[in-house]
């Protein structure tokens, strides 16, 4: 079939592996899952060289996002296998006495995941953890874009797992649209909404599940902390005289410890090439200078003098985006609005951690998931008007709250939608197994991580079973009126 000749052949056998049973077995799973953990070990090297090669990634990024990420889940999934894989009792009506019932979860069959380049070994190894721990076979679709991270993959997991039952299929689109027309019992995507429509289309024709893991534009609300009037009492000694002073007046730890988060969230998170990260953020207009502020003096502190010769900040992906973030800047009147950085160098597909305040609203970078190191600040008469600002646009994978404002957190969780909502940090939603990761709306379908990701890529099964001793006559027919009476 089409140009990739072996491939329904290659796909038939591992729909034959699934049947034979083999996947099912816990043994198997685990020794997978094991397998995994061992190429984490033992290929480390190998994995941070080519996140360095791809995307500039540091390794200490490397490290926290994927490497000690994937090693995380995979411990977790160890540990709670046999409870996840174990089923669940449940009741019955008391029309059908003298039964028991539960509920076991079986695997789907055949995935296949589609992964992204922006965490190419933390996207296609996360919601593979599931797929092997909840028993099927796999075939993984890494990102073309990130080609030294899907060589890795792509070598390496035939060697550590059962190629027999988890197979990588390398290539672009035309790869992606020939593994579509195939039947799958799942399919797990992450990446844009415009591919992720092609894929619900393509699930359509076999009814095929579908979990799409998109993106969108992440706002952060940063209220002023604490508010200009909180009573704060500061000991000085002033010519031996110890002076108290009420009012702080100054930028608090609060401000700063928020600031550092925000910043770490955009140009700290794949310098802001990250689904969760922070796309822009949402401040009081008399609050704004001081942000800025702050933002300035703390890029320095990240950064440096100079971020161009930093090794902490990602390099942009490939020429495609770096032009496509240019464009974004180019509008005049949204270059006019740059209060920090601006600079790019496309040799070295770096983009300088840049701050705009107040660009129009209609202009791309406001539009479209900015996807880059570019941090517009849009301000407000008051922070209670986020609410609104944020209910006008398409619900998004995750929104961040900065506030000490317990009413405004509540009004924030209670009048908002969104995949996740943090208050008072960034992205650390992401590696909480504890927590389902996924989106609402157009920020995606589905969720994963811990045993969420399990039940992803499980069918629950009702499974019920009845004694032949007795039935109540009502059940059946004839419904004879004159029976009630006797
Ligand atoms: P993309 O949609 O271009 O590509 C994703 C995958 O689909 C790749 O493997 C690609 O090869 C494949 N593909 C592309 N065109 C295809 C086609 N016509 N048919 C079949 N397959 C095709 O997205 P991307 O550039 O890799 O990722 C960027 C987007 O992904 C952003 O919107 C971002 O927010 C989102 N994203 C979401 C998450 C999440 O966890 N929710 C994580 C990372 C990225």
Redesign the pocket.
Same mark, same amino acid.
Do not use: D, H, M, Y
């Given at each position: 079939m089409g140009s990739f000749g072996n491939m329904e052949r290659d796909l038939e056998n591992m729909r034959e592996c699934f049947r034979q049973g083999r996947t099912k077995e816990a043994t198997w799973r685990k020794s997978q899952l094991k397998g995994l953990l061992t190429l984490m070990k033992e290929k480390e090297q190998d994995i941070f060289k080519a996140l360095q090669e791809d995307l500039g990634k540091h390794y200490i990024e490397a490290f926290r996002d994927e490497i000690g990420t994937v090693t995380k889940s995979l411990n977790t999934a160890l540990e709670s296998l046999k409870g996840w894989m174990s089923g669940r009792k449940a009741k019955l009506p008391k029309i059908a006495l003298l039964s028991t019932a539960e509920i076991v979860p079986e695997p789907l069959g055949l995935v296949l995941i589609?992964?992204?380049?922006?965490?190419p070994f933390g /996207?296609s190894l996360e919601p593979l953890i599931g797929a092997i721990a909840a028993g099927n076979a796999v075939v993984l679709?890494?990102?073309? /874009?990130s080609p030294a991270c899907a060589s890795v993959l792509a070598n390496n997991l035939p060697r550590y797992l059962d190629r027999k039952a988890v197979k990588v299929f390398q290539g672009?689109?035309a790869v992606?649209?020939e593994l579509?027309q195939h039947k799958w019992d799942k399919i797990f995507?992450?990446?844009?909404?415009?591919?992720g429509r /092609?894929?619900m289309s393509a699930a359509a024709k076999h009814l095929t599940p579908v979990t799409l893991?998109?993106?969108?534009k992440c706002p952060v609300v940063v209220d002023s902390l604490p508010s200009s009037w909180e009573a704060k009492a500061n000991f000085n000694l002033n010519n031996d005289v110890m002076v108290i002073c009420l009012f702080d007046f100054f930028p608090t730890a609060n401000q700063k410890v928020a600031v550092k988060r925000v910043l770490v969230g955009k140009f700290g998170a794949c310098a802001g090439q990250?689904?969760i990260a922070v796309d822009y953020v949402l401040a009081e207009k008399n609050f704004a200078p001081t942000l800025v502020e702050l933002m300035k003096v703390t890029i320095k502190e990240m950064f440096g003098e100079n971020p161009k010769e930093t090794s902490s900040i990602s390099r942009i992906i490939n020429k495609g985006h770096f032009l496509r973030l240019k464009n974004l800047l180019k509008d005049p009147k949204v270059e006019a609005s740059i209060v920090h950085g601006g600079s790019l160098d496309e040799d070295n597909l770096f983009i300088e951690p840049t701050i705009l305040v107040d660009p129009p609203l209609e202009a791309a970078i406001m539009t479209e998931?900015i996807?880059g190191p570019l941090l517009p600040i849009i301000t407000l008469e008051k922070i209670e008007d986020s609410v609104q600002f944020i209910n006008s646009r398409s619900k998004a994978?995750a929104i961040y709250c900065f506030t000490k404002n317990k009413s405004f957190e509540r009004r924030m969780v209670s009048d908002t939608s969104s995949g996740s909502i943090l208050f008072n940090d960034v992205i650390i939603q992401y590696i909480a197994d504890t927590l389902p990761f996924g989106?609402v709306g157009e920020s995606?379908t589905g969720r994963y991580h811990g045993k969420f990701s399990f039940d992803t890529f499980s069918h629950e099964r009702a499974i019920g079973r009845r004694s032949l001793l007795t039935d109540f006559w009502f059940r059946f027919p004839p419904w004879n009126i004159h029976k009630l009476l006797l």
């Open positions: 589609f992964s992204s380049w922006n965490f /996207l679709k890494p990102s073309e /874009l672009g689109q992606g649209e579509l995507f992450t990446g844009s909404a415009r591919v /092609l894929i893991e998109l993106g969108g990250a689904c998931e996807f994978l989106g995606g």
